[in-house]
């Protein structure tokens, strides 16, 4: 992994700050809030694929924050405490240590429905906003997740188990493309047995793929119902703690990335954020790839990261 | 449905277990009776609950087992008809030494397409959600079992361990936010 230490904790989360790799900085921070499925280190899974090392080689200073691994404790930890709580002390944490007024703030999936809602409610702690295809409109997605997430009754789940299970989410996982992930995936895999550099980077995905985090119960009770079924985030009716999550208040340069063949966050859930904004600097961009390959392949290296640094560079 | 004789049956156990943890419940009041003192007798006076319990998870496999039965015929549903694609595609494919690769690319498609249209049809979700349903119904039953034999053990029950992670939880969130405020003022007080 790029080299980094855990500069602050919080519960069981952490934030993590990569030493710099060049001798300048842009001057303004970037923290990445990572998705609450799976684990942040995709995003530094390979130095070759690195998002990470590569935001850093452009001179950014990057921020991770690591959301952690929840025990039935944490079965009350709602939207709030995330955006408000955690999120919020993070930020607060690194405009001190910079002593920057503002941050640039990347979300990744469900992490940038977290960011979204957190750059509602501080606009003045955020200069620029990144949404990497993030969580937004749940009734335009068309992907099973969503169809599964509609049908779940959310609220016996969080009354018997608590936080929602790994095991739930491999579930979840399993229905998308089964036969592609199911079998192809595995048959490539053994075709390629002799390409250490293939089997090196099928282990790491895989690795990556089978370890998720539990979700806390009230925070996944609030997410199936207000984004999936009752899509309040979208239509500007959505309220944490009684503070409203409104859209138009986002006014600040946000750049907004979907992935084409996004089967997690289809681009029909993700690009009418890019349209509900207030922001007059905003830039939609799209990749011919998928959920993960837009932040951890080839591509990403080449056309993501690129793109995203030029945007960035102009506006820290 | 439930046939009448599988239901008879269900009735008689029903009548038979609620009978006998009667007869435990009623023995185990009587000073004389064995179970006289300490958790025993807690656990012979909730074994009523217990017995409750158990019949509840027995009419409630019968639900999940409806809703089981018709997820694996969806998906087999949904295997035959790709299979009969696949097979209506398959001499259309060029002989020879690639035949192979490109049948199966052509089973990988169809079989993905049509399981996809499947998993995202409304009949399969609110089977599925029908079935992960009845499933919690079954563990519910299981931690209340847990409950009444935490309970004749003197020990607290999920709920009142709830209670207690809730608590925790209110207080951390407003000493959370309040150390946030300080934290605020002190930067705005330190910048000017």
């Known amino acids: 992994m790029t080299p980094h230490e855990v500069v602050q904790e919080m519960d069981k989360t952490r934030l993590l700050h990569y030493k710099p790799l060049t001798d300048k900085q842009h001057k303004t921070p970037l923290l990445i809030s990572y998705a609450l499925i799976n684990r942040f280190h995709i995003l530094d899974i390979h130095p070759d694929k690195s998002w990470v090392r590569n935001l850093l080689q452009q001179g950014f200073d990057v921020y991770m924050l690591d959301w952690g691994t929840p025990t039935s404790m944490d079965k009350y930890l709602d939207f709030d405490d995330y955006v408000n709580g955690y999120l919020d002390s993070y930020v607060e944490y690194i405009k001190n240590e910079s002593s920057s007024e503002k941050i640039s703030l990347q979300g990744y999936c469900t992490g940038a429905t977290i960011a979204t809602a957190y750059t509602t409610l501080h606009p003045d702690s955020v200069k620029n906003y990144i949404a990497t295809a993030p969580v937004i409109d749940g009734w335009r997605d068309t992907t099973v997740i969503s169809n599964l997430a509609k049908h779940m009754d959310v609220d016996k789940m969080v009354e018997v188990i608590g936080n929602m299970p790994p095991e739930f989410m491999y579930y979840c996982f399993s229905v998308l493309k089964p036969f592609e992930q199911g079998i192809e995936k595995y048959v490539n895999f053994f075709k390629n047995i002799e390409n250490k550099k293939f089997v090196d980077n099928f282990l790491r995905v895989e690795k990556w793929l089978g370890d998720t985090p539990p979700i806390p119960g009230a925070l996944f009770r609030q997410w199936i119902k207000d984004i999936y079924q009752d899509n309040l985030l979208i239509q500007n009716k959505m309220y944490l703690e009684g503070e409203h999550i409104d859209l138009k208040k986002i006014d600040m340069p946000v750049f907004t990335q979907v992935a ?22 905003k830039t939609l961009r799209m990749y011919p790839t998928g959920h993960v390959g837009m932040i951890a392949s080839s591509l990403s290296q080449k056309k993501v990261l690129p793109e995203l640094g030029e945007w960035l560079a102009e506006r820290s | ?60 496999l019968m639900e999940f087992n409806k809703h089981l039965t018709e997820y694996y015929k969806q998906l087999s549903d949904a295997w035959g008809v790709a299979q009969k694609k696949v097979n209506l595609k398959a001499p259309e494919i060029p002989q020879g030494i690639e035949q192979i690769d490109a049948l199966k690319e052509i089973w990988i498609d169809i079989f993905d397409n049509d399981f996809t249209e499947l998993f995202d049809s409304e009949k399969f979700g609110n089977n599925y959600g029908k079935l992960v349903s009845k499933e919690l119904e079954l563990t519910k039953h299981w931690n209340n079992i847990t409950n009444v034999i935490l309970q004749s053990a003197n020990l607290p029950s999920k709920e009142e361990i709830d209670e207690v992670y809730k608590e925790i939880h209110s207080l951390k969130k407003r000493v959370g936010k309040l150390e946030l405020e300080l934290k605020k003022k002190e930067m705005k007080k330190n910048s000017k």
């Open chain 2, 1 to 60: 449905m439930q046939s009448e004789s599988s239901k008879d049956i269900t009735d008689y156990y029903k009548h038979l277990s609620l009978f006998w943890t009667d007869i435990i419940h009623l023995m185990s009041s009587k000073p004389q009776a064995l179970t006289s003192v300490g958790p025993m007798r807690a656990f012979a006076t909730n074994s009523k609950k217990i017995s409750m319990e158990l019949i509840e998870i027995n009419e409630d």
């Open chain 1, 260 to 281: 084409v063949g996004d089967h997690l966050v289809s681009p029909e859930c993700s690009m009418p954020l890019h349209y509900a904004i207030d922001s007059k600097d």
